[in-house]
């Protein structure tokens, strides 16, 4: 157990629809970071927050959007979701930019 | 930009020794990680290079070529739950997101 917890475990939906993600990281880490893992790609990188800011950006679609709270915590909202957008969904977390610690991840499918 | 490349897939029979090559372009080193992942699941750390030579960590160890841009990690003693993919991955230059490989898949058999 890796200390980052994320829920929900899955999510089913439909095209077109929006979904909430959330992550919380362990306890003291400031950074928290979203990846997409498809079936046919690797872990690609979506966007980094740290303390509340938006730290980094990577390939993360204009339908994508993030956002850390005061508590530490991170949700990723998807909106107008494809069939392409089914995906494992892990959030990181840091305290030493670098070393990241994973989520159990989101399982999403888009039918 | 960053580039890192692995074998897809590979093969080893329990109790053996095998070593997953990484080789990677960046246009900043700031070390080399590697993951495991169960399918399925999320990656788990497994080691962090930032110098050159051999770590050894129980049955795992991890090598780093910095002048040569190469790693390998090496795995001893092949156990069945050691059959997952297995990530290198190195931080960009800003030292903040990790780009992966796309992983290197190893069955363990009897």
């Known amino acids: 157990d890796s200390g980052v917890t994320q829920t929900p475990k899955h999510l089913i939906t439909a095209t077109g629809q929006r979904v909430t993600l959330r992550c919380s990281p362990r306890?003291?880490?400031?950074?928290v970071y979203w990846y997409q893992q498809s079936l046919d790609q690797g872990l690609q990188f979506l966007i980094q927050?740290?303390?509340?800011?938006?730290?980094a950006k990577g390939n993360i679609l204009e339908r994508f959007s993030a956002q850390q709270f005061p508590d530490l915590h991170s949700e990723l909202n998807l909106s107008s979701l494809e069939l392409g957008d089914s995906a494992l969904y892990f959030c990181?977390?840091?305290?030493?930019?670098?070393?990241?610690?994973f989520g159990p991840g989101t399982r999403l499918t888009v039918l | 930009g960053q580039n890192i490349d692995q074998p897809t897939e590979m093969t080893a029979t329990e109790g053996a020794i095998v070593q997953i090559n990484c080789t990677y372009q960046?246009?900043?080193?700031?070390?080399l990680f590697w993951y495991q992942q169960h399918a399925g699941e999320a990656p788990t750390f497994l080691s962090y290079?930032?110098?050159?030579g051999l770590e050894e960590k129980g049955r795992f160890s991890s090598f780093l070529s910095r002048s040569k841009g190469y790693s390998y990690l090496l795995l001893k003693e092949l156990q069945m739950k050691d059959s997952a993919s297995y990530l290198c991955?190195?931080?960009?230059?800003?030292?903040?997101?990790?780009?992966f490989g796309s992983g290197t898949r190893l069955q363990v058999q009897p």
């Open positions: 927050y740290y303390n509340g800011e938006e730290r």
């Open positions: 991955a190195v931080p960009d230059a800003g030292r903040r997101a990790l780009t």
């Open positions: 960046t246009s900043g080193f700031n070390g």
């Open positions: 990181a977390s840091s305290v030493v930019e670098n070393e990241q610690f």
């Open positions: 290079n930032v110098l050159d």
């Open positions: 306890s003291g880490d400031l950074s």
